[in-house]
Protein backbone atom coordinates (compact mmCIF):
# COMPACT_ATOMS: atom_id res chain seq x y z
CA UNK A 1 0.00 0.00 0.00
CA UNK A 2 1.22 3.62 -0.74
CA UNK A 3 1.69 5.97 1.41
CA UNK A 4 -1.18 8.09 0.00
CA UNK A 5 -3.17 5.13 0.28
CA UNK A 6 -2.82 4.64 3.91
CA UNK A 7 -2.86 8.11 5.01
CA UNK A 8 -6.37 8.35 3.07
CA UNK A 9 -7.74 5.43 4.14
CA UNK A 10 -7.07 6.76 8.19
CA UNK A 11 -9.44 7.31 10.66
CA UNK A 12 -10.15 10.84 12.44
CA UNK A 13 -7.26 11.11 15.01
CA UNK A 14 -8.19 11.96 18.25
CA UNK A 15 -6.40 15.30 19.61
CA UNK A 16 -4.52 13.69 22.59
CA UNK A 17 -4.44 10.82 24.58
CA UNK A 18 -4.02 11.45 28.49
CA UNK A 19 -4.50 7.63 29.77
CA UNK A 20 -2.16 5.61 31.36
CA UNK A 21 -3.44 3.06 28.23
CA UNK A 22 -3.33 5.08 25.32
CA UNK A 23 0.35 6.31 26.31
CA UNK A 24 1.43 2.82 26.76
CA UNK A 25 -0.31 2.02 23.48
CA UNK A 26 1.37 4.66 21.83
CA UNK A 27 4.80 3.60 23.62
CA UNK A 28 4.38 0.28 22.05
CA UNK A 29 3.60 1.17 18.53
CA UNK A 30 7.20 3.66 18.75
CA UNK A 31 9.18 0.62 19.83
CA UNK A 32 7.56 -1.91 17.18
CA UNK A 33 8.07 0.92 14.53
CA UNK A 34 11.62 1.59 16.16
CA UNK A 35 12.48 -2.37 15.47
CA UNK A 36 10.87 -2.51 12.08
CA UNK A 37 12.62 0.46 10.94
CA UNK A 38 16.09 -0.23 12.00
CA UNK A 39 15.43 -4.12 10.36
CA UNK A 40 14.05 -2.41 6.97
CA UNK A 41 14.62 1.43 6.80
CA UNK A 42 11.63 3.93 6.82
CA UNK A 43 10.88 3.56 2.93
CA UNK A 44 10.24 -0.04 2.81
CA UNK A 45 8.52 -0.30 5.96
CA UNK A 46 4.65 -0.15 6.22
CA UNK A 47 1.88 1.11 8.65
CA UNK A 48 1.09 -2.57 8.96
CA UNK A 49 4.09 -3.49 9.72
CA UNK A 50 4.65 -1.35 12.51
CA UNK A 51 0.92 -2.52 13.68
CA UNK A 52 1.47 -6.45 13.39
CA UNK A 53 4.91 -5.66 14.95
CA UNK A 54 3.55 -3.92 17.71
CA UNK A 55 0.26 -6.30 17.79
CA UNK A 56 -2.26 -3.75 17.26
CA UNK A 57 -4.60 -3.32 14.83
CA UNK A 58 -3.25 -0.23 12.26
CA UNK A 59 -6.29 1.84 13.10
CA UNK A 60 -4.09 2.13 16.50
CA UNK A 61 -1.37 3.61 14.70
CA UNK A 62 -3.32 6.22 13.37
CA UNK A 63 -4.54 6.86 16.83
CA UNK A 64 -1.54 8.63 17.58
CA UNK A 65 -0.22 9.50 14.44
CA UNK A 66 -0.95 10.79 11.05
CA UNK A 67 1.73 9.03 9.14
CA UNK A 68 5.18 7.66 9.38
CA UNK A 69 6.51 10.90 8.31
CA UNK A 70 4.17 12.56 11.21
CA UNK A 71 5.61 9.63 13.44
CA UNK A 72 9.38 10.23 12.41
CA UNK A 73 9.10 14.24 12.52
CA UNK A 74 8.63 13.55 16.43
CA UNK A 75 11.07 11.54 16.44
CA UNK A 76 13.41 13.79 15.07
CA UNK A 77 12.92 16.98 17.10
CA UNK A 78 13.62 14.77 20.42
CA UNK A 79 16.73 12.90 18.93
CA UNK A 80 17.91 16.22 17.83
CA UNK A 81 17.88 17.87 21.81
CA UNK A 82 19.85 14.58 22.76
CA UNK A 83 22.28 14.53 20.27
CA UNK A 84 23.23 18.22 21.44
CA UNK A 85 23.41 16.94 25.26
CA UNK A 86 25.62 14.32 24.21
CA UNK A 87 27.84 16.48 22.46
CA UNK A 88 28.35 19.14 24.79
CA UNK A 89 31.39 17.18 26.86
CA UNK A 90 33.20 16.90 23.59
CA UNK A 91 35.10 20.96 24.10
CA UNK A 92 35.00 21.29 27.54
CA UNK A 93 38.24 23.13 28.90
CA UNK A 94 40.39 20.54 30.72
CA UNK A 95 40.33 17.69 28.50
CA UNK A 96 43.93 15.76 26.82
CA UNK A 97 43.68 15.47 22.91
CA UNK A 98 42.94 11.44 23.30
CA UNK A 99 40.33 11.86 25.99
CA UNK A 100 38.88 14.31 23.71
CA UNK A 101 38.88 12.37 20.60
CA UNK A 102 37.36 9.06 22.63
CA UNK A 103 34.57 11.84 24.40
CA UNK A 104 33.51 12.61 20.34
CA UNK A 105 33.50 9.07 19.11
CA UNK A 106 31.42 7.97 22.33
CA UNK A 107 29.10 10.20 22.33
CA UNK A 108 28.36 9.69 18.47
CA UNK A 109 28.67 6.20 18.74
CA UNK A 110 26.23 5.98 21.71
CA UNK A 111 23.37 8.36 20.04
CA UNK A 112 23.58 6.01 17.42
CA UNK A 113 22.84 3.06 18.98
CA UNK A 114 20.36 4.53 21.36
CA UNK A 115 18.79 5.82 18.17
CA UNK A 116 18.84 3.92 15.12
CA UNK A 117 15.46 3.99 14.11
CA UNK A 118 15.32 7.84 14.27
CA UNK A 119 18.83 8.23 12.66
CA UNK A 120 17.37 5.71 9.61
CA UNK A 121 14.05 6.94 9.18
CA UNK A 122 15.39 10.60 8.83
CA UNK A 123 18.42 9.92 6.66
CA UNK A 124 16.35 8.06 4.23
CA UNK A 125 13.76 10.72 4.09
CA UNK A 126 15.96 13.31 3.46
CA UNK A 127 16.80 11.59 0.25
CA UNK A 128 12.93 12.71 -0.95
CA UNK A 129 11.87 15.20 1.18
CA UNK A 130 12.74 18.76 1.75
CA UNK A 131 11.62 19.15 5.45
CA UNK A 132 13.13 15.71 6.15
CA UNK A 133 16.64 17.10 4.36
CA UNK A 134 16.66 20.18 6.39
CA UNK A 135 16.19 17.85 10.04
CA UNK A 136 18.64 15.73 8.70
CA UNK A 137 20.86 18.88 8.23
CA UNK A 138 19.95 20.24 11.28
CA UNK A 139 20.76 17.52 13.57
CA UNK A 140 24.26 16.63 11.31
CA UNK A 141 24.98 20.18 12.11
CA UNK A 142 25.70 19.59 16.10
CA UNK A 143 28.59 17.08 15.90
CA UNK A 144 29.70 19.47 12.91
CA UNK A 145 29.58 22.64 14.66
CA UNK A 146 31.68 20.82 17.84
CA UNK A 147 34.20 19.22 16.03
CA UNK A 148 34.96 22.16 14.09
CA UNK A 149 35.56 24.63 17.02
CA UNK A 150 37.86 21.59 18.52
CA UNK A 151 40.12 21.81 15.11
CA UNK A 152 39.78 25.50 15.70
CA UNK A 153 41.26 25.24 19.29
CA UNK A 154 43.60 22.47 17.89
CA UNK A 155 44.80 24.82 15.09
CA UNK A 156 45.79 27.42 18.03
CA UNK A 157 48.65 24.55 18.97
CA UNK A 158 49.79 23.97 15.77
CA UNK A 159 47.69 21.05 14.59
CA UNK A 160 46.31 20.87 11.04
CA UNK A 161 47.31 24.50 10.38
CA UNK A 162 46.68 24.57 7.04
CA UNK A 163 43.11 22.83 6.82
CA UNK A 164 39.06 23.96 7.15
CA UNK A 165 37.81 23.08 10.25
CA UNK A 166 34.34 23.14 9.32
CA UNK A 167 35.77 20.76 5.89
CA UNK A 168 37.95 18.32 8.40
CA UNK A 169 34.15 18.41 10.92
CA UNK A 170 31.88 17.58 7.82
CA UNK A 171 34.50 14.94 6.88
CA UNK A 172 34.92 13.48 10.31
CA UNK A 173 31.01 13.25 10.67
CA UNK A 174 30.00 11.61 7.23
CA UNK A 175 32.31 8.93 8.20
CA UNK A 176 31.20 8.65 11.59
CA UNK A 177 27.66 8.48 10.36
CA UNK A 178 28.60 5.44 7.74
CA UNK A 179 30.63 3.68 10.25
CA UNK A 180 27.74 3.46 12.43
CA UNK A 181 25.44 2.72 10.15
CA UNK A 182 27.21 -0.81 8.48
CA UNK A 183 27.85 -1.40 12.39
CA UNK A 184 24.51 -1.05 13.71
CA UNK A 185 21.71 -1.75 11.02
CA UNK A 186 22.09 -4.84 10.30
CA UNK A 187 24.55 -4.57 7.47
CA UNK A 188 26.65 -6.88 8.79
CA UNK A 189 26.33 -9.87 10.52
CA UNK A 190 26.86 -10.34 14.30
CA UNK A 191 26.49 -7.85 17.46
CA UNK A 192 29.22 -5.09 17.32
CA UNK A 193 31.93 -4.92 19.87
CA UNK A 194 30.91 -1.18 21.33
CA UNK A 195 34.19 -0.47 22.81
CA UNK A 196 36.50 -1.85 20.03
CA UNK A 197 34.50 0.47 17.35
CA UNK A 198 34.31 3.41 19.74
CA UNK A 199 38.40 3.01 20.04
CA UNK A 200 38.41 2.98 16.12
CA UNK A 201 36.46 5.96 15.48
CA UNK A 202 38.50 7.62 18.43
CA UNK A 203 41.87 6.48 16.85
CA UNK A 204 40.39 7.97 13.83
CA UNK A 205 39.35 11.47 14.53
CA UNK A 206 42.66 11.78 16.70
CA UNK A 207 44.66 11.49 14.08
CA UNK A 208 42.97 13.53 11.42
CA UNK A 209 43.46 16.43 13.83
CA UNK A 210 46.45 15.84 16.39
CA UNK A 211 49.02 13.77 14.51
CA UNK A 212 52.01 15.09 13.67
CA UNK A 213 52.12 17.14 9.78
CA UNK A 214 48.33 16.67 9.88
Not at 14 to 20: L, Y
Request: aromatic fraction near 8%.
Amino acid sequence: MSIAAESNSRPPRPTEFPTHRGRRTQAAIDTAARTVIARKGILATTIADIATEAGRSAASFYNYYDSKEAMVRQWALRFRDEANERALPVTRHGLSHRDRAHQAATAHWHTYRNRLAEIISVSQLAMVNDDFAQYWAEICAIPISFIAETVRRAQADGHCADDDPRLIAEAIVAMFNQFCYIQLSGARSGEPDDEACIQTLANIYYRAIYSPGG
